[in-house]
Nanobody, 115 residues
């Protein structure tokens, strides 16, 4: 059974930084591409960033230059470093495989960017 546990969210002022972590179990982590996703109130969940088995990364345009995705296969953990945060980044952030396993969404971690 896949388990994904996100952490690291919080309340931050515009321009601030946060680092999210996601610990995965129940999968062969190193063999999977992983992704970060977010869902803002009243909006559909969207892909934010992804990282392949070979550590190739891709980011949605709105976060390029501000967010960085990385992974540590020894810890079965994927990270999302978020800098220069904007109010429009406010959302619940989730990790999952890429493409996502629809049966494996975790609880997510809330990120609120507000002054």
């Amino acid at each position: 059974q896949v388990q994904l546990v996100e952490s690291g969210g919080g309340l931050v002022q515009p321009g601030g930084s946060l680092t999210l972590s996601c610990a995965a179990s129940g999968i062969i982590f190193s063999m999977n591409s992983m992704g970060w996703y977010r869902q803002a109130p009243g909006k559909e969940r969207e892909s934010v960033a992804r990282i392949s088995r070979e550590h190739r990364t891709a980011l949605r345009d709105s976060v390029k230059g501000r967010f960085t995705i990385s992974r540590d296969n020894g810890k079965n953990t994927v990270y999302l470093q978020m800098n220069s945060l904007k109010p429009e980044d406010t959302a619940v952030y989730y990790c999952n495989t890429y493409p996502p396993d629809r049966s494996s969404w975790g609880q997510g971690t809330q990120v609120t960017v507000s002054s």
